[in-house]
């Protein structure tokens, strides 16, 4: 085979890797390699399709922007391109950027050194002050309607501070600390963990349920003002007037005066961006003159005048000591690797993750083993890969225990899980304290005081075995205890005895049933409205629930039907734990007052996101009809739910019709 040959041959499989690569990170959410490595892949492409540009693919991936629009969600298309950005990793390519500049303005340019928020870009349209539309970028061209999920986020104003027209440009993130909560609870539920917090925020606004997206807790910065009115004439006046109509900015920009400042910038955020709550994947460089920047005009993907500045990746490389297991609140046994003290990222790390048995066996991490860490999404330390190379003949291979490391109960894991399991319970001690520490937890029963400290404390004494005991102390009880005064022991009573009072949504969370997060919690109280209608009901009856689906049903049938969970619920209720929902406040709309059934086929909303609509327009939802449903919706292909609604002689309507019922609720 020729060289040529070669050549050709390497573009073609580079075109396709790249091409699959892309497509996994832009429109599946889930990367398979590093950023780095992908970039790598990227920058190989375009120097072959450089010089050999007779072989380049007519659709190169290397001249797109993002991805595909997602199945299910609108499409929008954009009358300018939304372009991406070039990226330079090193102070030599920051130079001949600086050096293309000067070049082109004639004088020492100044530049908006802007923090790189990780996350999911989005254009946001505003019409009178009033936000109208939100889309995804997309390939650049056409991206996708994700109106009603951005109208979730609290930092994105439905309405502006000034009547204007405008069209904004953002990126949405998920907070590190988010992230971390959102993966504890996954892993407690055995679930694979998200990938990062650039992939969870992607994944969280793509979807087709607005009420998933709330839950997500997403945020969002702004930094450009795609079209007004009166376009900004600097960067600078653009951030200024994106944060004087009321948009979040990232507030960390700078104005650099030439290339020393902007390199001074990029130095002093190397590794004070790790103290901040959300990922940063570098910097963006911007050429302050915004007409000098349009007269410069772009290539098919990116502006000539802004690069982005990415930051090599830290791994920190050191010796595995020892393997730990821990026992969650469900039970769920996870293995961590404890370390030798390694710096990354500023802190100093002693344990990474493991995240469980097939993980670990994958990787091959053995006790005595050199190993490469670092933060996943710059958050939880965690073992990349052993380096089998540094091996010197001592280490010891890790057995997976087959009983719990607290108890001793055989471990259990269900085949379609990845968590092996403790079955123990009630008797487990690493459980009792860890679904102690729960309930009293914000999201639960909001117990201040009694944290991990306080619950180890009263376990050791033997003053409670389960939260039902909690009710039952007084402060003499906690007299003599450590760290417990007389202050601390009358605030811990008084707060355990104002939980009494929390609707049984939050009882739903802090009885630690397995898949019931605080939305599930939330949906089953509002459907159901006591414990009572709760614990009597069918698997069946369950999953109809909307939102919550066979899975949950099973869970919590599963749950209210074991001896001992009927006890612990009943013993809360003699201890006067409140086991009702208060009703909701009215929600004016064209469906205040109805009980809502939607049934066949829609084409312009899809199923979850009419119920949710109905909600938002003051109705409730139901997912079967009876004598309390005031209404059908029928899509195409409605079966037996219209059949019974005409036996009741329910009103129906078609979906043209529930559009433009919808439609005069939202303008009035």
Known sequence: MSAPEDVRQRMARLTELVRDLGRRYHEEDRPAVPDEEYDALVAELQR?????????????????VGGRKAPGLAAVHFERPVLSLNNVRSFEELAEFDGRMRQAVGVEPAYVGELKIDGLSVIVTYEGGRLVRAATRGDGATGEDVTENVRTIEDVP????????IEVRGEVYLRRSTFARLNAEREEKGE???????????????????????????????????????????????????????????????????LPALTDFVNNWETAR??????????????????ATRRMGSTQ???????????????????VVGISLSVGRTGSVTPTADLEPVLLQGTTVTRASLHNADILASLDVRVGDTVE??????????????????????????????????????????????????????????????????????????IEGLGEKTVDALLEAGRVKSPADLYRLRVEDLRGLPRFGPVLAENLVRAIESSRERPLSRLLTALNIRYVGEKAAVVLARHF?????????????????PGIGPVVAESVHRFFGTAEERELVNALAAAGVNMVEPLVGEVSGPFSGDTVVITGKLFSISRSEAEAL????????????????????????????????????????DEEEFRRRAANGRMS
């Open 274 to 291: 790790h103290e901040l709550d959300y990922v940063t994947d570098g910097l963006v460089v911007k050429l302050n003159d915004l007409e």
């Open 301 to 319: 993907k990116a502006p000539r005048a802004q690069v982005a500045y990415k930051y090599a990746a830290e791994v920190g490389v050191t010796r």
């Open 373 to 446: 860490v670092r933060k996943a999404g710059e958050v939880i330390p965690e073992v990349v890969r052993v380096l089998p190379e540094l091996r010197t003949g001592g280490e010891v291979r890790f057995r997976y225990p087959t009983v719990c490391p607290e108890c001793g109960s055989v471990l259990a894991r269900e085949p379609d899980e990845v968590a092996w399991r403790c079955p123990n319970r009630f008797g487990c001690p690493a459980q009792r304290r860890e679904a102690l520490i729960h309930f009293g937890s914000r999201g639960a029963m909001d």
């Open 192 to 258: 694979l963990l998200l990938a990062n917090p650039r992939n969870a925020a992607a994944g969280s606004l793509r979807q087709l349920d607005p009420a998933i997206t709330r839950a997500r807790s997403l945020s969002a910065f702004f930094y450009e003002i795609r079209a007004a009115d009166a376009l900004p004439l600097t960067q600078a006046g653009a951030l200024e007037r994106l944060r004087g109509l009321g948009l979040p900015v990232e507030p960390h920009w700078t104005v650099c005066q030439g």
């Open 158 to 165: 439905e309405q502006l501070r000034e009547a204007v027209n």
């Open 614 to 653: 109905v909600q938002s327009l003051g109705g409730r939802v139901a997912s079967s009809v009876s004598t309390r449903t005031t209404l059908v919706v029928a899509g195409e292909d409605a079966g037996s739910k219209l059949a019974r609604a005409r036996e009741l002689g329910v009103a129906i309507i």
């Open 529 to 545: 409205e006591n414990l009572g209608r709760l614990r009597e009901a069918s698997v069946e009856e369950l999953a109809e629930v």
């Open 48 to 64: 072959l399709e450089a010089q050999h540009p007779q072989w380049a693919d007519s659709e190169s991936p290397t001249t797109l």
